[in-house]
């Protein structure tokens, strides 16, 4: 053998042996540098083969890459074996005391308006209503002129609506004012019989300490062939007392006008004031409540539903105000201000369920 392989030989015994004798994975990392490194014994025999007269010259270089892939694979197995026996040890000696007690995780809160709208949903799921959506962005069509608001109607007039720039040569949206929308595409959507129930967000440019610029109706809608007012009136009378959870609460219908409902009326709920503040039930006052009626047969024709054949009748409530009643909140605004001391206080564990039908007459 040349003397230039005898040494190659010579050098590749002596680190295979500094492998194996690497304790930890920082020496290994020494022995890795001593091998392979750059400044290596072995690259410099490398950059010598050039040198090296002919015959030696062949198959030097190619002998000393072989001796190199021996060393990086010695490299590899040594350090899964340093790195098993490090893993090994660890689990002979740490142990975890499960008796120890567990870090605290405060668990969130369900906003008071997420809590009310699931107790209401609950409540109409159990009368028959099922949810429908709209989106928060509507055409005129749908916001307005479906429910029998016209362009040019005064109505139009009574709330601050919330315009969106039109696109070039577009319709001009809107922020929807009320849920009253999505009875339009209900009726639209398909043939009657239909119960349907429309929560969700309302918008009007308006605030003040019970008005918020970002609100929640609740929508009603039941179409039938011959629904009456006096199932409207059961609807919201069952739907009120399961609310506050007491059968006296009593329920007044009050004349009042809807462009979308005829006859239209206003809904009063009884209380009386308290050292402790409202208390609703049986009582000598009034709260108003809600709107509603019996659906404008122009609203039908509008949405292609046969006057002839069906009626029925349709509500719309805010949910701040019945949430402000049921818990004792006495400013709309803080509903939005997302500050978590008032969250921990009106907020509801999310896991209790609330017991909805308890006051109801069985
Ligand atoms: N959309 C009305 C509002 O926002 C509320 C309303 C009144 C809805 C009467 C109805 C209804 O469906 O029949 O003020």
Redo the contacts with the bound molecule.
Sequence with gaps: MSTFLSQAAALEEELLAAVQAAADPDDLEAVRIRALGRKSELNGMLRSVASLPGDERRGAGQHLNAVKERLASALRERHAALEDAALESRLATERADITLPSRRQPPGRAHPISRTLDEMIAILGELGFRVAEGPHIEDDFHNFTALNMPPEHPARQDVDTFYLRAPDGGERKVLR??T?PV?IRALRAGEPPIRIIAPGRTFRCDRDATHAPMFH?I??LAIDRDLTMGHLKGTIATFVRAFFGRDDVEVRFRPSY?P??EP?AEVDISYRRTERGLEIGAGGDWLEVM???MVHPRVLDNCGVDRTTWQGF???LGVERFAMLKYGIPDLRTFFESDVAWLRHYGFDMLARPNLLDGLDP
């Design positions: 004012t009320h009253s009875q109706q929508e009603g809807f979308f409902t239209s709107g509603c009626g349709a509500w719309g």
